[in-house]
């Protein structure tokens, strides 16, 4: 299992992002994937995860109305569209994915045993 995250850089109070995760070595139809970050001096947290089959989705209350999670099955990504950001949002970004999430795990960083690289998002205000 292989995590590929891409897309951070850096951009201004109020703009978008789209962030990647590019899957490889199992079939992303039968894994839950989130979108996690940790800001410096900060836990890492869940912001938004689609489960196994994307019938199921969370999203952190912070980033509800904002981000959209994705997944294409026949590129292997899962994406994350990052509106309206703000600069609370800064942090580094990590994709992680298992095949055993329960939903009410979704969004818990130790339901996961598949971690990619970060991609850092920085916004300024």
């Known amino acids: 299992v292989q995590l590929q995250a891409s897309g951070g850089g850096l951009v201004q109070a109020g703009g978008s992002l789209k962030l990647s995760c590019a899957a490889s070595g199992f079939t992303l139809d039968d894994y839950a994937i989130g979108w996690f970050r940790q800001a410096p001096g900060k836990a890492r947290e869940g912001v938004s995860c689609i489960g196994g089959g994307g019938g199921t989705t969370y999203y952190v209350d912070s980033v509800k109305g904002r981000f959209t999670i994705s997944r294409d099955n026949v590129k292997n990504t899962v994406y994350l569209q990052m509106t309206g950001l703000k600069p609370e949002d800064t942090a580094v970004y990590y994709c992680?994915?298992?095949?055993?999430?329960?939903?009410?795990?979704?969004?818990?960083?130790?339901?996961?045993?598949?971690w990619g690289q970060g991609t850092q998002v920085t916004v300024s205000s």
């Open positions: 992680a994915a298992d095949s055993r999430v329960i939903y009410s795990m979704l969004g818990v960083p130790s339901s996961y045993d598949h």
